[in-house]
């Protein structure tokens, strides 16, 4: 029940364009900032931690590419030298 309702989210969310999402963080940031804890606020509050939450996973995922998986057991790992002495 509810973790389908989380996941369906989460897609609802992914699919949104990251610069469009981004370009939202500061309204929701002022949203915070400005008014009393009530409804609103809470809204504004989980609407810029789930913009963040996407560039934290993108940024994540970018980390992974530059850094490849260690290898698995068994299998010795890649090296490379990085200064010679």
């Keep these: 029940m509810i973790i389908q ?3 369906n ?3 609802e ?3 949104i364009d ?3 999402l981004s370009s939202l963080l500061q309204h929701y940031k002022n ?3 400005q008014d009393e804890p009530n409804r609103s606020w809470e809204r504004a509050v989980v ?3 789930l913009i963040n939450a ?3 996973k993108n940024g994540l995922k970018k980390g992974k590419r530059r850094h ?3 290898s698995p057991p068994g299998q010795s790992p890649h090296l490379r030298l990085v200064r010679a002495s």
Excluded: G, T
């Design 47 to 49: 609407a810029y931690f």
């Design 31 to 33: 949203l915070m900032a």
């Design 9 to 11: 989210i989460a897609d």
């Design 18 to 20: 990251e610069s469009k």
């Design 5 to 7: 309702e989380l996941e």
């Design 54 to 56: 996407v560039r934290v």
């Design 68 to 70: 490849p998986q260690v």
């Design 13 to 15: 969310v992914l699919a």
